[in-house]
């Protein structure tokens, strides 16, 4: 009998409030959600659904009003700022709809910024982020900086540097909003394949239906809700 | 990785540095000039003021300062002449000095009376470079006097006039002698041109009944600073004779005085420049931190401490005010060693300035204190006030900072 994979992320029953009294927003209401290891599922929804609100408190980059957010079984309630940033540089992987890459370095060194923060050696570093660019398609573009970068390659580093530092989780917000059909479907086809080959989990904020195809399963939100959350 | 990070951001926004370090570089030239022409000025003042007479420190008996009575005889001064061994002092010369009334034909005037070594004095004092008629004294002269140009025209005399001196002895007798005036210097300075005059040593001595003894040994090095620096051998030589020595700020305080009103006020001026100047560059790189709060939120995003992002910028602060610094520090050494070789004029205040001993030229003095310390002030109160920036990133929120615009 096969067992039982642990989730990578727990939510349980949070909520989130921004505003107060009658200008009080509530983003997400009592959600509960289990993320597996191995997962790729997309989070959809209408804008204003709170796809980007839960990616940021399963991402630890904000608080829930109540309810609890855990990762690998550790809550993230109570940590100090230090301590949510170990986790996010030791366990999640950010992919953002606008690159954020550090326009002063190079792809290589985008890369490897992680894995400095993580202290890795300076021969064992640049392997592996050569690596990392070469599985994202970039080989011979390390030297580039991301103004020299075209923006679906500008995603292609995010996403080595999402994937560098091998994290429990890959988070993506949109990831190919600011891309042309053709990118799109090259990116997506990449993640898909960074799934399938390595097991890395993809949580992806996204209502582009090139991105729903691949999606082994399928969250859906409204209003601050769950409307439906179903495994392909 | 920070620093590397730090620098790579500097130049992100060329234009913007570049201002930043020309305005750093100039303000930094201006103070490394200014304060180095302000120490020149002093130091002209000090060694025109001193070096024309008194010399750079003196040796005298315990209380001669307050009561220069020619009875106190400085003990050991024989010994105390050695102390032109002493590294930084470069010559030593005896004195005795009193009051007398000087006569000639009907007229008489009150004057000092300094009875000084020949051949040693011109090594302590310039005053024989300001004679302007005859000649100084030798060491072979006896009854021979010189004075300033002042008390000459006073008392109707010209060269080889006889002139009576009329005084009190060591002994409290009369002390009367008749000399013969070989000299008339003029300093440039009233006080010295009208009221001194100078006779050997030795005719003094006997003239005054003083023996051997001497009331002062002056002393001079070929710089001030350095028998400043050596004012604590000195004074344990003195000690030891049961004397005393005086720096230069003792022989003449209302030189010191005027040297530290002087400084004050610069130093008020100095404040509000270097004020003005960190503030427009803490302003450049609040205004550059907050353009780039949303990259921050990113870098936070991926794992980065909000310390080392409020790390960075420190760095970022550190690296531009050492580079503007360093360049100004750089030309305003470079302008201070051209004008200490050529010096600047100042056409039409000869007259001020003589009162201080200032003849013609007055040259800057480029030392570290005058290099270093504006600048110095300038980057320690940037990188002081680097911790407001510092402080607002260590607040900064993730995700508030990658929403903001």
Redesign the interface.
Known sequence: MKAEKKPIVSCKGITKVFGKDELAVHALRSIDLDIIEGDFATLAGPSGSGKTTLL?MI?A??HPTSGQVLIDGQPLSGMS??QL??L???KIG?I?QAY?L????SARENVE??L??LKVEANERRTRADAALAEVGLRGLENRRPSALSGGQQQRVAIA??LVARPRIVLADEPTANLDSTTTGELVDLMYRLNQESGTTFLIGTHDPRVMEHSKRHIEMTDGQIESDIRA | MLAALAWRNIWRQPVRSVLSLIGLAFSSLLLVFMLSFQLGVYDTIKIGALGLFDGFGQFQPVGYDDDPDISKILPGWQALLAADRVEGVSATAPRASSFAILASGDTSFGAAVIGVDPAREPAVSTLYTTIAEGRYLAADDDAAIVMGAGLARNLGLVLGDSVTMLGTGNDGAVAADVLQLVGIFSTGVNAIDRQITQMPLARFQETYNMGTGVNVVALRGPDFGGVIRAAPQLRAMAADQGATYLRWDDLQPEVRQMISLDLSTAMLMYGIMIVVVVFILLNTLYMSVLERTREFGGLMAIGMRPRQIGAMIWLELIFLSLLGAGIGIALGAGVTIWIENIGIAFPGMEDVLSQWGISGRVYPDLSWLSALAGPGVIVGSIVALGLIPYRHILRLEPVSAMGAA
């Open positions: 940021n991402g980059l904000d700022k230090s940033s170990d996010r540089l030791n950010f953002f954020n550090v326009p002063v370095l910024f992680v400095r923060l540097r999402a």
